[in-house]
């Protein structure tokens, strides 16, 4: 028989359907990629592959991909070649800066590309550019939780589950969500006698799991933690040789909770708790070692997210949980070579420095969710153009209606994505991005608790589109930059920042893709103390009383029971479905069909006050706005609270959202507390 034999061989890389990075292998034949699967040795996955990273080769051959690069012409995005697109691009830029000052431009990348090599290419257009406007979608998701640990012990943690004998999981859904837990830990607990704990106002996949599902009323996290507390502190559970040797401020953090205000009775009006099972879940905790506490977004989106972070930071402290095996550990990073500033920073403070200067300081960009102020307002000064990376701020920002009315008054917007985004209608450029197994990049784990640097290779060339970090080094040569990005290759790019580790593109390849950079240890602050300016856990932050902020965790008023007779509903949006990561992927039919259309999920009881019946259209009423939306009856919700998810154009829960009531240190928004009505159409 004639004909050529097919070229096939199977490549490890990584998956990027959502942040984490799940080791994948993937078949490819003459250049094609035709079948994946997951990596058995991968360090954090190990073989295993959600619905989502099985559907990647569907993201790769998508008819929804952007093909060339456009430029609105007419009120039309015209196709154009790459040359005239980027051409232009630096055009308006330039006469941009000209106008304005360099501080009108805003760079800001969305959870589609994260926290990862891009950002570095980013950054540095945006130093050399002269903007200060360098901002990401932490400003949004994960850093409060952040903040609240490292305001507390210098760093962040996440449970070693593996080993744990009592985990917590609190305002997190692992089993759905795209956390840094593969399912199948969470689904080995119970086999090995580890208790898990699930406090989230749903029931659910991950707390239908749970030996133990604590319905709280949304937005109370901060007095179960105080309630808790106050039942160790009465009972005098906690480590004493930990936290009289590692902890500041403990006695008089204990005088405070031990108050009759802080018990799990008087804490039951606010939270919804029954008092009897917060004194078993305090007392189970305490008394099991080793123990571990996993915190999701859940706890950080309401209006006091890091206060209630560092509450549950001293909670894992004073029990002597911290850096212990099964406990909550630190992960140490990678030495990667920070390519961000070649030049002197800009002397303009970033949008929002001002108001957030912890956030602001911590994480060296400006607060994104200032920007609709800077643009429609000009306060504290104008944003004129904006670029938006593998982000969709119209859907996931709150108050949609005013983001939308700032980018439509902006003078320049360029868009960067691998499909068309909600965003790209108001863009005056679009430029298309290749898919992650296109594309060659570095990943740090650090997250995951791995000490591995990974690394994503290319397993074919662009089928449309160029690499995001090729995309921001083309620009920089069309604007003149070329000496600063002298790098002609992603492959020369993952040279430069790994060099520090002494590790290179092809060493990584040749370690099959990973690259443990450390040997877990544990206790390392007794060699070294805590990453603080007092070396111990500081319950009590320092660094917030220096900065003009209450340094006490306990804010006033924490246990006030707050109603309101207008909006007598508790609202809380933002849940992860299981095909999704947050807008993305909804246009793969696969992934469509096991969540076709935006529900509003309502308990029987409260369906039945409001004269609501299952699939009935309704509205759904906040003081920023109201949706119309089918309602699902569930008993998987507490009564009294909805719940909608993100990322939906139709049914757009963050046309319900504002900014009114963000958390004064981190600028996050109130999405998951607040109030509401509802009435049947």
Wanted: proline share 7%.
């Amino acid at each position: 028989m004639g004909g050529t034999m097919p070229v096939t061989k199977e490549i490890p890389t990584l998956c990027r359907m959502c942040d984490h990075g799940c080791g994948i292998l993937v078949t490819v034949e003459n250049g094609i990629p035709v079948h994946v699967r997951g990596n058995p040795a991968h360090p954090f996955n190990k073989g295993w592959l959600c619905v989502k990273g099985k559907s990647c080769l569907d993201l790769f051959h998508s008819p929804m991909r952007l093909k060339t690069p456009m430029i609105r012409q007419g009120g039309r995005l015209i196709e154009a070649t790459w040359d005239d697109a980027l051409d232009y691009t630096a055009d308006r830029l330039q006469r941009l800066k000209e106008k304005w000052g360099p501080q009108a431009l805003a760079i800001y990348y969305g959870e589609g590309v994260g926290h990862q090599e891009i950002r570095f290419y980013m950054k540095r257009f945006a130093n050399i550019f002269g903007t200060p406007n360098f901002m990401s979608v932490g400003s949004i998701c994960n850093a409060a939780r952040t903040l609240g640990e490292v305001l507390t012990f210098g760093g962040l943690t996440k449970p070693d589950m593996a080993n744990s004998r009592f985990i917590i999981i609190w305002g997190a859904n692992p089993l759905v969500s795209h956390e840094p837990v593969p399912p199948k830990i969470i689904r080995r607990l119970g086999k090995s006698n580890t208790r898990l704990v699930v406090i989230d106002p749903r029931k659910t996949e991950t707390a239908q799991k749970a030996d133990i599902h604590l319905a709280i009323r949304p937005g109370t996290d901060e007095i179960l933690v105080l309630n808790m507390l106050h039942v160790i502190f009465r009972e005098e559970r906690w480590d004493r040789a930990f936290t009289q040797k590692w902890v500041l401020g403990f006695e008089e953090l204990r005088k405070e909770v031990t108050k009759a205000r802080f018990s799990p009775e008087n804490g039951m009006a606010v939270t919804g708790i029954d008092p009897e099972m917060v004194r078993s879940v305090a007392r189970d905790y305490a008394g099991t070692k080793p123990a571990g506490i996993f915190t999701g977004n859940g706890l950080e989106h309401h209006p006091f997210g890091v206060n209630a972070t560092r509450l549950l930071a001293v909670l894992k402290a004073i029990m002597g949980n911290l850096d212990v095996p099964g406990g909550d550990l630190f992960t140490p990073k990678p030495k990667i070579k920070d390519i961000t500033a070649p030049l002197p920073a800009s002397m303009v403070p970033a949008v929002g420095a001002e108001r957030f200067p912890v956030f602001c300081g911590a994480r060296g960009e400006g607060q994104a969710l200032c920007i609709p102020d800077a643009i429609l307002d000009e306060k504290p000064y104008p944003i004129k153009g904006m670029t938006i990376t593998g982000g969709n701020p119209t859907l996931q920002w709150p108050d949609s209606n005013r983001t939308m009315a700032a980018l439509k008054k902006l003078e320049f917007l360029l868009v960067v994505d691998v499909v068309t985004s909600p965003d790209s209608h108001y863009a005056d450029v679009v430029l298309p991005a290749c898919t992650f197994l296109e594309r060659d990049e570095h990943r740090t784990n650090v997250y995951l608790n791995l000490a591995h640097v990974t690394l994503r290779q290319a397993v074919t060339e662009p089928l449309y589109g160029l690499p995001d970090q090729m995309i921001w080094m083309k620009l920089a040569h069309a604007m003149g930059y070329g000496e600063y990005f002298p790098w002609k290759t992603c492959k020369e790019g993952i040279d430069e920042l790994l060099g520090d580790e002494e590790v290179s593109y092809e060493s990584l390849v040749a370690q099959g893709g990973v690259h443990e950079y450390a040997r877990r240890t544990y206790r390392q602050y007794e060699k070294n103390g805590f990453n603080t300016p007092s070396g111990k856990v500081e319950i009590y932050s320092e660094r917030l009383k220096k900065m003009g902020f209450d340094p006490s965790p306990i804010r006033p008023g924490v246990d006030q029971n707050l109603t309101d007779v207008t909006y007598p509903l508790m609202l809380t949006t933002g849940g992860n479905l299981l095909p999704y990561t947050h807008w993305q992927y909804r246009y793969i039919p696969g992934l469509n069909k096991r969540a076709p259309e935006p529900i509003l999920e309502i308990h029987p009881e409260t369906a039945a006050v409001f004269g609501i019946s299952d699939s009935d259209r309704v509205e759904v009423i906040t003081e920023s706005g109201k949706i119309e939306i089918k309602a699902r009856l569930t008993e998987t919700i507490r009564p009294g609270t909805l719940h909608i998810p993100q990322g939906w154009e139709s049914g757009n829960a963050n046309r319900l959202t504002s900014v009114k009531d963000r958390d004064p240190i981190s600028g996050f928004p109130n999405l998951k507390s607040l109030r509401c009505r509802v009435r049947k159409l």
